[in-house]
C-alpha cells in the first residue's frame, strides 16, 4: 500500500520550520511631469474661472462676506434741478399743438422727386414756383407742397412783425416737417393785391417762412408788375407771401389767400362741379370718380339703388332740405332763395364744410377727417350734423354782414356747431360724438372764447351745451338775442346771455378741467393723460429718466399767468419721485394777489387717487382761495403719484380763473416750492461737551430766487430713545440763515441726544425733520482704484484721427487736381505722400501707448481722493492717481452733495449723467457710472467702477 502525500498548506498558515515571507509592497506612484502639468492646469483653470467672475460681477461673493457688515439698501438720488431743460420740452409741446392747428388742403398737393445731380421744381396749384437746385440736399427725396387755408391765432403776429398774407404752403422732404438747406430754394410766389388785408401795400411784401416760433422774411425782388414776389428760403416750412412794416393789422377772417382761391375754384365749377343734383330748393354740385364718394365706399349706400347719382349726394340733399324746413326750432330760418345762396358744393376739403356767411355751402366730398382711413360708426351724425352747421352760416347772414362780423368767426362757428346738435336732438335726429372737437384738446380755455381759432370756436360749443344741460340756461334764445344785436362783440354776448355768464363760466371751468379728471365728459382720458404727464416743471415737481437712478426735484418754480378775458389756465401737481423717508409739503402762494381786480377766482384741491385717468369715484371739492387778498397760499402733504395715501395727495389741482368778459387782468404771480428738510447732517461732541451741528444746504435755499420762499433752518434735540422731537425748537430767536450750529446747553444727565433739523419757509410754514448722524460716513481719505468695465479709449481716438486725416486727403486731391503745371501736381503728391506715412507712423505710436494705458485701466488705476464737508457742502478732491500726487489744490475740489447713502457732482453737463458715488456699505464705496451717446466718431458707451475704502 503507498504511502498518502500531505495536503499542502492553507494560504494563512506558515510552515514552523520557514520564515515569514516579506509582505510585498505597492508600487510607488510615478507622478512625472503629466501629473504636474495636470495639477497646474486645475490651479490655473480655477483661478481664471475666480477671475471672471470677478470681472463680470466684482460683488458676486459680497452677499455671503456676512464678516464685513450689511450692505446699504440702495436709495434713490435726488437733484436739485433748475427749470432750465424742461422748459425746451415745454416749447416743443408748444409747437406741435400749433401744427395741430394748421388746417391744410391735401386734395390740392403737388410733390415730386429731388436727386443731388439734377435738382426738382415743383409748381402749386395758384402758381407758387419752388426751384430746388441741385445740391440743396445731399441724397434723393420726395418733396410736397400742401395749401395752408388756416393758420392757428398763435402764429399770426399782427402787432407789426412779418405778417403771412399771400398763398401758404407747407413745404416737406420726405414727411418731414423742418428741413434745412445746404444750397438756397428759389421761391416765386404770385401776388393778387385785391385780396390783400386793408393796410397792407404790395409794395411790402416778400418772400418768408416759419420757423422756430417766429416769420422770417428774406431779401425778396418784387415784380415791376407786382404779379409776383421771390426770393431764396434756407430752410422747408411754411412758405408764402409776408408783409412787413405794417404796423398793426387786423386779417380778414382766418384764412389766407390760399383759402380764397380754394373758395373761388369751387364757385368756378371746376373739376369738383362737374354734376348736379337738384332738389326743391338746392342745386348740388358734385365730381366724378375719387372727387365724389361712391356708393361702393359709402357706409351708408346699404343697397340702395344710386339712379346715377351717388347715395352720398342724395342723402346730403334730403338733409339740407329738412334743414331748411325746420331750421326755426333753433331760432335760425333761411330767407328767399338766389343762386348764390343756394348752390351746394361738394369738394375736398381739410375739414368737414367751408360755408361763407351767406353761402354758397361748401362740404367735403368724402366725409373723412384728419388722418381717418375708415368711417366712424355715427357717420350719419357727422353728415347730418355737417349739413346743418353750414346750412346756418346761409342763415346768419341775415344778421351779420362783412363789417360786422370780419374777425368773429369765433362766434359764428361755436354758434353753429352748438346749433347743429341742438337741431338734431330737437328734430330727434341720429346721436353722435358731440365731442369730436373739444376731446383732444385739454388746453381750450387758455384761449379766450373770442379768440378762439382753427377748431377751438367748434370745441366752445361744449360751453354752450353746458350752460343749456347743466345750467338750464335757454341758450338758443341767448344766441338769437346776441345774433339781433348785429355785432358779436364779447360784451354783446354776455348781455345776451344775462347775468348768469361768468358764473356759468366758472363752473364749466371746474367741469372741464377738474371733474373731467373723474367723469370723461370733455376732454377724454387719453388727452388728459398725454397732456398733464407732459414735462413741464412748474407741475412736475420731480422728473426721473436720463440719471444712473436719479430724480430731478424742482422744488422751487414761480410762473406769470396771463390772465386773459374769459379764460381758466389748469394745473396739475404731481410727482413720480419723492423722497421715501421725509414727508415732502407742497406751497402754493400768489404773492401780488392784492392788486387783482374781482374777476379772478382761484381754486385748489387735494387728490389722493393713483394717477390713471379717468380717476375712480367722485370729484373732490375744489376750495376758493380769495386771490383778491394779500400773500394767500395753500399747504398740501404730498406723496409720489404712483400710489395713493389717505393722508396725502398724490396730485393737486391748482384752477385760475378770469371769469371777466370785458377785461384782461394783469399777470399774476404763482409761487409753488417743495418744502423739504435738507438732505443730510451730522454732529459730534466736542471735548468741552457741546454738541457741534453741520448739515447740507437745503435745496429750496439753492433754488430759491432772492428769498421769496426760504426763510431759514430750526434745530431740535431729542433723546435717543424718544421717537418724537419737542414742538420748540432750540434757536429760540428765530430761524437760523446759516448750515451750522453748536449746541451750548446740552443737560448733564448722562444720556445720548439725537438732533433734527427743518427748513422754514416765507410763510412760517416747516418741513418735516432730517435725522442728524452722529458722524459723517463721507468725510475723510478714501483710497481704491477707478476701472474701466465698458467701453474702449483707444477706438473713438482712432476714427477722429482717421477722419480728420481723410478731410485733409480730400483737400490734397482738390488741390492736385486744380493745378494746371504737372511739376507741381508732383511735388503736392509727394507732400501728400510723406504727411501720409507720417500720420501712419505717429498714429500707431499714439495708439499703442494708449493700448498700454487701456489695458492697465482695465485692470484699475490706483487713486486717493479726499472728501471735505465744510459750510454744508462737500467737496471731493483727488491726491493721487497711480502712486503720484497730483497736486490738487483747494481750487480744483469738485462740489458734491450728498442725499444720505451717496455723494454726487452738483455741476450738471448736458447730456451727462452726474458721477454717483454710493455707499455699498459703511466706510466702503462701489458705483459703477456710465455715459453713452451719440458722436461725430459714432455712438461711444462707457462704464466707470469706483471701487474704494475710507481710511
Known sequence: MSKASAPPPLPSETPPDEPAPTQPRK????????????????????????GALWWLNPMWFDRMAMWRGPVLSEQTVFIAADDTRSDIDVEMQRQKRIESGIERWPGAAVNTGYSPQSGATLQTIEGTMLQFPPGAMTG?????AVPVVGLPEEIIDTSGGPLPV?????????????????TPVRVRVPIDAKSLPAGVDVKNLRVGSYAEGKWEAVPSRLDPGGKFVEGEVQHASLIGAVAIGTGAVALVGKFTETGRTLRRIIAQRNTYAKNVYDTDNFSIYYGDGTDILQDGAYPLTAGRASDGVPCYVKDVGRWIEDAREHLDVVGMSVGRGVPHRWGVFLAPLDNFGSTALGGPVIIDNDMLGRNETSYPPDLEYRIHNTVVHELIHVAQDDFFNASNATGQEWWIESTAEYLGNKYLALRGGPKGDKRYYVRNDFRMLETPLDEATAERPYAYASFYEFLDEQRGMDVVAAIKRTNEMGAPKLLNVSRGFGEDFGDGFIKFAKAFYHDNLWQDRFASPQTVAADLNTVEVFTHLSATGGQQGAVRLYTYVERQLPMKHLTAQYFNFHAPRLPADIDAKLVIHFPNAAGNPAGHDAFVSAIREPRTFPLRGSPTELEWINISAANQSAVFDITESSHADAKKASQVSLLVINHSALSDGPELTVRRWLLLPPDSGSFKRLDNGHYALTWQTAILRQQDRGGKAFKGYNVYRRKSGDKEFPATPLNTDGPLTVETWTDEHVPNDGANYTYGVTVVDQLDNESDHRVLDNEDPFEGVWTGKVILVKGSITDPVERWAKQDHEKDRKDYQQRIASEQDADARARLQRQWDDKDQEFEKDLKTVLEALDKFEEVARFGIPATFRVKLEDGKYYLKFEKFLGIETKADDKD??????NTNALMTVEQLDNVSPLILRLHRADEINSTWEWSGDTEVGNLSYGIRFDFKRE
Open 27 to 50: 508600487p510607488r506612484p510615478n507622478f512625472g511631469c503629466l501629473g504636474c502639468f495636470w495639477t497646474f492646469s486645475l490651479f490655473v483653470f480655477t483661478a481664471v474661472a475666480a
Open 140 to 144: 434723393q427725396a420726395r418733396i410736397e
Open 166 to 182: 399771400g398763398p401758404l404752403h407747407d413745404v416737406r422732404v420726405d414727411g418731414r416737417a423742418h428741413t434745412v438747406f445746404s
Open 893 to 898: 475740489a469738485v462740489e458734491m452733495r450728498r
